[in-house]
């Protein structure tokens, strides 16, 4: 904790180079990995003290971990948050925040575009313990106030959304929630801690799936949660995760806080590359709908102004033809993968009807303006005139059916 207090002091670049960092008496350059479950105590009064907290010093893994630990300090020094507690997948993170914030007789509201895994946790595992939820269009401002009951504990957003990178004022819903005496809890996965401060624009707490370009390499699953409220966090959320184990291994905590180092150079790059895919695609035949943030035929092209620094890694575009012309244009792409994952190196396609949207409804699907045509294109690190050459090929495939 004193440690992130000195650097805090610290610029950007050098947090996230430097921030968090414990060395050993081996003076190591690079963080050490402690592969261990448990910690030897130096006699049996320390393992009383420790377990009695009046002692500091590691107990087991669960609890806490050294390269855990620096992963978490370097990652709440990059958001600006106070604390940060990580956790074994983003989905884990949700988990425990929403366990973590409810109980039994609350409500949640939740803006409908979400996150596959996060709406199966908000819309069918918190009811079957009491806590309900109303789930709106996120974008309308008086869809939030109208929702909101004396009994609503929680807010959850997603901003920009997946697959169609909807975006949602993050300041006017917190203001909102503010009044409605709720917590606002922002996944802030597409826009990375490089791109979007939701902390700064008013929210409570900030989630994280690590896994994606916080690893940014496509290794390890990762998640974390951030707030202010060292109070939640220690006494409430703290107490929740030390008893349930979603922990991270020390293993990927060590993966993830090295790839922090990198994390706004990779996020700059593969915006700047995503922003040049995203303004070519417009101009092959075929295509017959581009979606990113900063483009100037974005409809809340000023909120994403306002709220993100850029437009992020991820552009959204639809094939003319349905399903059977996306299917020949993801089939016919050479250099980028078919693959769910997002937020790599290697630029990844998804057909979001098929794979990560499959399990809503079609009418639910048409709610979120999710078409058969459309695919999710998270753009990587390669050069963006091959990915450019290699979208202009699948579309002159597809169109041939
Ligand atoms: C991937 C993802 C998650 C879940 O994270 P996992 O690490 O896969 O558990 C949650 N929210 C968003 C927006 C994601 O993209």
Same mark, same amino acid.
């Given at each position: ?22 060395? @050993? ?38 609890? &806490? ?21 990580? *956790? ?41 313990? /009491? ?20 009994? @609503? ?20 819903? +917190? ?7 709720? !917590?606002? #809890? ?22 994280? =799936? ?12 990762? &998640? ?19 008893? *349930? &184990? ?22 700059? *790059? ?15 035949? &075929?295509?017959? !709908? ?22 992020? *890694? ?10 059977? +012309?996306?299917?020949?244009? +993801? ?21 979001? #009807? ?11 699907? +048409?709610?979120? /303006? ?8 998270? #753009? ?11 979208? !202009? ?5 597809? =169109?041939?059916?």
């Amino acid at each position: 904790m004193d440690e992130n207090e000195d650097f805090s002091k610290l610029r950007p670049k050098t947090r996230a180079v430097r921030g968090g960092t414990r060395r @050993t008496g081996f003076e190591e350059t690079s963080e050490a990995m402690f592969l261990t479950s448990g910690f030897a105590y130096p006699s049996a009064e320390s393992a009383e003290r420790r377990f009695k907290n009046e002692e500091g010093g590691y107990v087991y893994s669960r609890f &806490g971990n050294p390269t855990v630990e620096m992963f978490e300090n370097r990652l709440a020094l990059i958001e600006g948050a106070a604390r940060c507690r990580a *956790t074994a997948s983003g989905l884990a993170a949700v988990t425990a925040a929403m366990l973590a914030l409810t109980r039994a007789g609350d409500h949640v509201v939740a803006a409908r575009a979400m996150f596959g895994g996060c709406r199966y946790i908000i819309e069918e595992l918190l009811p079957r313990f /009491g806590v309900s939820c109303t789930l709106i269009d996120g974008r309308d401002l008086d869809a939030w106030a109208h929702a909101a009951r004396p009994e @609503t504990k929680v807010f959850f957003l997603e901003t920009p959304s997946n697959p169609t990178l909807e975006l949602i004022d993050i300041a006017a819903v +917190a203001a909102i929630a503010r009044r409605a005496g709720a !917590r606002l #809890v922002v996944d802030n996965v597409f826009a990375t801690p490089i791109l979007q401060a939701p902390l700064t624009l008013g929210a409570d707490i900030v989630i994280y =799936s690590a896994t994606k370009h916080i690893d940014g390499q496509g290794r390890c699953l990762g &998640g974390a949660i951030l707030s202010n409220d060292i109070d939640w966090i220690e006494k409430t959320l703290w107490p929740l995760l030390r008893n *349930t &184990g979603p922990s991270l291994s020390p293993f990927n905590a060590w993966v993830l806080l090295k790839s922090l180092e990198t994390l706004a150079l990779r996020v700059e *790059t593969a915006t700047a590359h995503a922003a040049h895919v995203a303004s070519g695609l417009k101009a092959i035949t &075929g295509i017959s !709908r581009v979606i990113y943030p900063f483009a100037d035929d974005f409809p809340q092209r000023e909120l994403a102004r306002r709220q993100m620094k850029a437009g992020g *890694t991820l552009v959204t575009f639809e094939v003319a033809g349905g399903k059977d +012309a996306a299917f020949r244009f +993801a089939n016919a792409l050479k250099i980028i993968d078919i693959s769910n994952n997002l937020g790599d190196a290697k630029s990844l396609i998804t057909h979001p #009807v098929t794979t990560t949207h499959q399990r809503l409804s079609p009418e639910a699907r +048409a709610e979120l /303006g999710i078409t058969p045509g459309m695919l999710r294109l998270s #753009v990587g690190l390669e050069d963006p005139e091959d990915l450019l050459d290699d979208l !202009r090929r699948a579309a002159a495939k597809a =169109s041939r059916s």
